[in-house]
């Protein structure tokens, strides 16, 4: 008698669930999410709307790692700002890696671990950033979570005190004032604000240099040598995206209408954002020549790049041009201006 009662509760469990997997297959075809689990981030409970504040969260998010951020920088500051997951937890690495690598933020439907198509809801982030955060997170190690970065030249520069050599790193003396000292003797510091204000404008002034242009060139010759391919059509799908973000904002001088709808602006650039995204996934095998790739011509341009540039962008940079930065100690004769004491050794 149990036994029979066991097995008609077992078949009708069994077919409350295939029931449940039909509906949610019907679901999917046409263009719904998965019914029940966790809300997904940036998404309201329906899973369609978008939560407006967490949605923000995603493209922020998105645009710091594309723009060269940590993802630990990026936790670290979420953990500073109160930002939760849907379940209350905080957030880490992995589980921020998930949301922006997840398709539906890109408004694609999964089905199965596949994925099938467009979604019925609206992209948080547009398909070309997606594919990018995608290459991007596939040629990448995992991270573990660190405190991020705040001195950009810690590590890159070296005590100059007789017989040390020792690495400086950034420390904190006192309640307001930053400092590079000596890990090794603890004899030498040197205040951080003087020390970044004049090695950046040298790099400044490097990275517009007609040497780093010249080396440059000759390291994109030489990658472009090894996949000749890739090169081309990356070189090519840059300028092409430069000009259609170009005529974005333009009219038609003979119909005094805009060259298209944003509905074709947006058709037109996903494809080529696509190509690049793989273009520099296969570029990120070298690193300092992909930290380089997109820094710009002239020197106007490049100020406005350090300047919005996070603290790990310019170190990625910095690692490709700079071997190290000697600190003399003071000396006798008031030696205490920064770029008395400064003697950089630039790899380009």
Known sequence: MFRIAGALARRESEHKAERLMLWNDQRVKDGMPHAGGTRPFGFQRNGTDHDPTEAELVREAAERVLGGESMGAIVHDWHDRKITTPTGKPFHTTTLRRVLTNPRVAGLRVHRGEVIGEASWAPVISRGDFERLRALFSGRPRQKIG???????????????????????????????????????????ITARPVE?????AVIATLAGEEFAASLQQQMRAWAAEDPATAAQLAADRHELAEL????????????????????????????????????????????????????????????????????KKRRVLRAILEHVTVLPVGRGGRHQAEDRLRPRWLV
């Open 147 to 189: 405190r991020p970065h705040s001195y950009p030249y810690s590590g890159l520069l070296r005590c100059g005190h007789k017989g040390c050599g020792g690495r400086m790193t950034g420390s904190s003396r006192g309640a307001s004032q930053k400092a590079y000292g000596c890990e090794r003797c603890d004899r030498t510091w």
């Open 245 to 312: 973000a170009r005529l974005k904002g333009e009219r038609n001088p003979k119909t005094g209408r805009p060259w298209f709808t944003i509905e074709e602006w947006l058709i037109a650039k996903a494809p080529i954002e696509e190509r690049i995204a793989q273009a520099e996934a296969r570029l990120a095998s070298k690193p300092d020549l992909a930290a380089l790739a997109d820094v710009a011509d002239t020197e106007e341009e490049i100020r406005a790049q350090w300047a919005r540039w996070s603290v790990e």
């Open 197 to 201: 204000a004049f090695l950046d404008e």
